[in-house]
């Protein structure tokens, strides 16, 4: 069985600085992708960022990146210049290749001070 | 943009009785999912559904059942209520292809009493 661990329950950071968010995973597959999704308060989780487990570069979405580092089983995401908005929980997640199911891990409350 | 409807954001109901919680997606997904959200747990898979009437248990199915007798619709039914299953309730589909990309709806926070 898949297992995701976010080790950072909560972080808080100021405007404009930059955040890592870690995340390890252990499975057996060779094929499969990761995810990091966005929860804010009160509002409906959404996808930030997906990163294939057979490709070498690292995924980007603007001010988004992950570091996926697969001999490690480690998928941190970084986000740079952080804004007010991205307050919220974050999950990283783990799918099969084979799959559809998502592994959750247990979240990681951010906070962006003003 | 695809909507994923959960019926009722907030319920109280007392042990014993019997829950339905209701989402419903407007995208035509071919799969369809219940999730439930706990502080320090994250989200654990209760039962997904990969087309009409096919169902198949998560992570933790104990104490829950589905009905998917349409494919827009997916309900999380609770058959005796009890105080460990107070919780956040999340629903979420996507279509077979999408890769992992699922689209949540709002959540129905449950507490039982």
């Known amino acids: 069985a898949q297992t995701v661990t976010q080790s950072q329950p909560e972080m808080s950071v100021q405007e404009a600085e930059t955040v890592t968010l870690s995340c390890t995973y252990d499975?057996?597959?060779?094929?499969?992708?990761l995810f990091w999704y966005k929860q804010p308060p009160s509002r409906q989780m959404i996808l930030v960022i997906r990163q294939e487990a057979y490709k070498q570069q690292n995924a980007t979405e603007n001010r988004f990146s992950v570091n996926f580092q697969k001999a490690a089983k480690s998928f941190s995401l970084k986000i740079s210049d952080s804004q007010l908005g991205d307050t919220a929980m974050y999950f990283c997640?783990?799918?099969?290749?084979?799959?559809?199911?998502?592994?959750f891990g247990q979240g990681t409350r951010l906070t962006i001070n003003p | 943009d695809v909507k994923v409807t959960q019926s009722s954001r907030y319920l109280v109901k007392r042990t014993g009785e019997k829950v339905f919680l209701e989402c419903v997606q407007d995208?035509?997904?071919?799969?369809m999912f219940w999730y439930r959200q706990d502080p320090g747990l994250g989200l654990r898979l209760i039962y997904f559904?990969?087309?009409?009437?096919?169902?198949e248990k998560g992570d933790i199915p104990e104490g829950y059942s589905v009905s998917r007798e349409k494919k827009e619709r997916f309900s999380l039914i609770l058959e005796s209520a009890s105080t460990n299953q107070t919780s956040m309730y999340l629903c979420?589909?996507?279509?077979?292809?999408?890769?992992?990309?699922?689209?949540f709806g709002e959540g129905s926070r449950l507490t039982v009493l």
């Open positions: 559904s990969y087309d009409v009437k096919m169902k």
């Open positions: 979420a589909s996507t279509r077979t292809g999408l890769t992992g990309e699922l689209f």
């Open positions: 995208m035509d997904h071919e799969n």
């Open positions: 997640a783990f799918m099969k290749q084979s799959g559809q199911k998502l592994v």
């Open positions: 499975t057996s597959e060779s094929n499969y992708y």
